[in-house]
């Protein structure tokens, strides 16, 4: 297996370089194609499928699928799909080492940068928050002189990150409304998704709807509002893009099944901003009990099992049940739970998926709202 693997090794890369190149020099010859790069430890697939719907209204897009982040999933999306038909391309950036992000620029050329946010993910391979801080920041430093860079300012360490930029750029969030560009006002958020003010600094503005749920999507229209007031979109334009975004597959899906049970679809990769998010919104339900089904959070690194544990204390504070998957890996979540005083009755421990589905049947009765929220990476053991 040794000597396979060093006679396939050159080979395989050989040919990944090949494919890289090749998407390459194809996105540098198309002229008219703008590309816009986002990165970000959370919320960069839903800020690129919101992206997308805005420019829509205006342009004709094409964005990288689901979660096709890496050199070589790009490349393959460059190769068989963009033609000179389309005049923008979003490209999501993912990463898991110091240069990923600069690798990926350097194949897509990105006229406009934007950053979601900064925080605890992927700590088991970058080892700390500079790392992340630096990795991200590849991506504005690989614009052009006259490239635009987004920052979430909320975050504060994209404040930093911002604050000691001197490419254009444009600034985004909620709070310190004077420092920013683009801001929001005014926020109404409920079970059936989101209203706002949206506004930017020289004082126009236009009240926005969206089937979203939860705070921190506002952050991620912001994003799309910012990229497209950098491509040139009136706030009308951006208001009918918005109120067009359909909620994104396992990221705080309400799926309505007809029971009379409603459930809440929050599976793909959860992360203390995520989870915090997603208790919200359960507790914007007013009827019936509330249930949640997880087996903690993972890939944080040192951080984990503080993390974990805060989670338990917020988790206390809004469920009226709690079905934990894997008796070991949610013992931080039991110990969050317990030093909150929670009733340990209420408490269900499991092994997989399936035994919680069981566990979750005997007890679910109709109104009731049941989150699932995170999903376990397939090479995950306890």
Sequence with gaps: MILANAIVNPIEKRINTYYYTMAQEKIKSMDDL?????????????????VDTILKEKY???????SYNTPMGISKVINS???????????????RYIGDIKEIAKLVHPKIGVITSIGPAHLETFKNIENI????????EELPSDGIAIFNYDNKYLRKLADKTFKEKILYGLENQEKLDIYATDIEVSELGSSFILKDKSGEEIK?????LGKHNIYNILAGASVAKALGLTFEEI??????IEPIPHRLNIINPGTGVIVIDDTFNSNPVGVKAALEVLNQFKEGRKIIITPGMVELGDKEEESNREF??????????????????????????????Y?????????????????????????DVVLFENDLPDNYEE
């Design 133 to 140: 801080m630096k990795t991200k920041y590849e991506l504005i």
């Design 208 to 212: 926005c709807t969206t089937k979203l």
């Design 60 to 66: 004709r897009v094409l964005k990288t699928p689901e």
């Design 81 to 95: 799909k963009l033609t000179n038909d389309y005049e923008i391309f979003i490209a999501e950036m993912g990463a």
């Design 34 to 50: 703008d590309t816009v790069g986002i990165t970000g430890s959370f919320g960069k697939t839903s800020t690129k499928f919101i």
């Design 343 to 367: 009733n340990e009755n209420n408490i269900i421990v499991v092994q997989n998926l399936d035994e919680a589905t069981k566990e979750f049947q005997k007890i679910v009765r109709p109104k």
């Design 239 to 244: 208001r009918r893009g918005i109120a067009k």
């Design 312 to 341: 338990g204390v917020r988790i206390s504070t809004v469920c009226d049940y709690v079905i934990l998957v894997g008796k070991n890996r949610t013992k931080p979540i039991y110990k969050g739970l317990k030093e909150s005083g």
